[in-house]
């Protein structure tokens, strides 16, 4: 199950043109089970009703401050109960109002209650955004702890073209749950290097050595470890996948390039997972100008690309894991490189049901004989019952560094 499962969200919404991209987050994370909590402030409810939020989260909105819940104030109950709070669009009166501790609205109330993380997502005019009094209350609520993300530059519903956009939805759901992730996550603390896409080969200023690698996999991967927490350095070749939010991305072209990136991040790295397809042989000249068609055979010499996971042979610290992509003799052949290569651990799959497909089944082999099966399914959901597992049988090497965190509610109990 994913990070947003059975989560606790308290969702503000400040009154500002971009109220109707709202509507979708809050459908988007009703949809993967998180418990989303609408509150309105009064300009918000007169660019989108109440009604529409209720409709999407099956839950009951808040828009006045005398509001109650269970017989307790709401701002108070929601608060302690909360996993996080965000705050999407955040005004410039917001942030002054939450930076100076004000409490006249469900919003501030709620956000002095909690001892849940809290994120805010501006959206405002280009010169509202820049003010020295904005980005001197951005400061203070940095300062403390709050996350706030930068607004998107663009065009804004003034026309005027700037920073004060409100950030694409998928980024927000994105940030959101990397902070779920580090505050409840299971791998909170840990570091995670992923390869993922293709690599390309240059032949001439123009053509290039490539395979059909869409890098879905990977990116699912490195989504899936961001959501329980890890710092994530995905080394991304050339790929059609949409890049996921709220991790570091290293862009590289070449075997080579990937190489050196790969070894420029692994050594503090608890987790390798080298997913990447990346190609075996190389042009073994690469030429500087277009080669131009004849009526003569070509003919083009290639020469070994390097072998990124034989030169981490002899490296142990992170758990290693290897991608094994095969046309026949599948199992065979994955063995084999799980013993050349001294990995942890080999994912086994058909190359062409799986190569820029949506869905895959897998089959992981481990270094001490072991074998499971994953069923095809979603290549989300794969990444999720993958990392699953290599946690299960890894829990010192890759679980939560640190005092594990509890709900905010379970603190208040304890206390």
């Keep these: 199950m994913g990070i947003l499962a059975g989560k606790r969200i308290v969702l503000g919404v400040g009154g500002s043109i971009a109220n109707y991209k709202v509507i979708e987050l809050a459908r988007q994370l009703t949809v993967a089970g998180?418990?989303?909590?609408?509150?309105?402030?009064?300009?918000?409810?007169?660019?989108?009703?109440?009604?529409?939020?209720?409709?999407?989260?099956?839950?009951?909105?808040?828009?006045?401050?005398?509001?109650?819940?269970?017989?307790?104030?709401?701002?108070?109950?929601?608060?302690?109960?909360?996993?996080?709070?965000?705050?999407?669009?955040?005004?410039?009166?917001?942030?002054?109002?939450?930076?100076?501790?004000?409490?006249?609205?469900?919003?501030?109330?709620?956000?002095?209650?909690?001892?849940?993380?809290?994120?805010?997502?501006?959206?405002?005019?280009?010169?509202?955004?820049?003010?020295?009094?904005?980005?001197?209350?951005?400061?203070?609520?940095?300062?403390?702890g709050l996350l706030v993300l930068e607004p998107d530059e663009g065009m804004l519903a003034?026309?005027?073209?700037?920073?004060?956009?409100?950030?694409?939805?998928?980024?927000?759901?994105?940030?959101?749950?990397?902070l779920l992730g580090r505050t409840y996550g299971t791998m909170a603390g840990r570091k995670v290097v992923v390869t993922a896409g293709g690599t390309h080969e240059p032949l001439d200023p123009v053509r290039f050595l490539g395979n059909r690698a869409s890098g879905q996999m990977g990116y699912a991967l490195a989504a899936a470890a961001r959501d329980q927490g890890a710092a994530v350095t995905l080394i991304s070749g050339p790929a059609t996948a949409a890049e996921p939010f709220a991790l570091d991305v290293v862009r590289v072209e070449t075997a080579q390039q990937m190489h050196d990136a790969v070894h420029a991040h692994v050594a503090d790295a608890d987790l390798l997972v080298m997913n990447a397809a990346v190609a075996d042989y190389r042009p073994a000249q690469a030429v500087d100008h277009k080669l131009k068609k004849t009526d003569e055979q070509l003919t083009i010499a290639l020469e070994r690309t390097p072998d990124i996971l034989q030169s981490l042979v002899d490296i142990r610290r992170p758990i290693k894991i290897g991608f094994a992509a095969e046309t026949n003799d599948l199992l065979?052949?994955?063995?084999?490189?799980?013993?050349?290569?001294?990995?942890?651990?080999?994912?086994?799959?058909?190359?062409?049901?799986?190569?820029?497909?949506?869905?895959?089944?897998?089959?992981?082999?481990?270094?001490?004989?072991?074998?499971?099966?994953?069923?095809?399914?979603?290549?989300?959901?794969?990444?999720?019952?993958?990392?699953?597992?290599?946690?299960?049988?890894?829990?010192?090497?890759?679980?939560?560094?640190?005092?594990?965190?509890?709900?905010?509610?379970?603190?208040?109990?304890?206390?």
Excluded at 360 to 389: C, F, M, N, S, Y
Aim: glycine share 6%; aromatic share 4%; hydrophobic share 45%.
């Design 34 to 144: 998180a418990l989303v909590d609408v509150l309105m402030t009064e300009e918000a409810t007169r660019f989108v009703t109440p009604l529409t939020f209720q409709s999407l989260t099956y839950r009951p909105v808040y828009t006045e401050m005398w509001s109650t819940v269970e017989n307790a104030a709401a701002h108070v109950k929601l608060g302690e109960e909360a996993d996080i709070v965000v705050v999407v669009p955040a005004t410039a009166h917001t942030l002054a109002s939450i930076a100076h501790g004000l409490a006249d609205t469900m919003i501030l109330t709620t956000i002095l209650a909690t001892r849940a993380p809290v994120m805010l997502v501006p959206a405002m005019n280009v010169n509202m955004w820049h003010n020295s009094a904005t980005q001197a209350n951005v400061a203070l609520l940095k300062q403390r």
């Design 158 to 178: 003034s026309g005027i073209t700037g920073r004060g956009r409100l950030p694409a939805i998928e980024r927000v759901e994105a940030e959101l749950q990397a």
């Design 332 to 415: 065979a052949y994955a063995a084999d490189k799980l013993d050349r290569k001294k990995l942890d651990l080999i994912v086994a799959n058909d190359a062409v049901s799986s190569i820029g497909q949506p869905e895959i089944e897998v089959t992981l082999l481990d270094a001490d004989g072991g074998k499971v099966t994953l069923p095809r399914a979603a290549k989300g959901l794969i990444a999720e019952q993958l990392l699953e597992h290599v946690l299960q049988r890894w829990p010192e090497r890759l679980g939560r560094t640190g005092a594990s965190v509890v709900a905010p509610s379970m603190r208040l109990e304890e206390e």
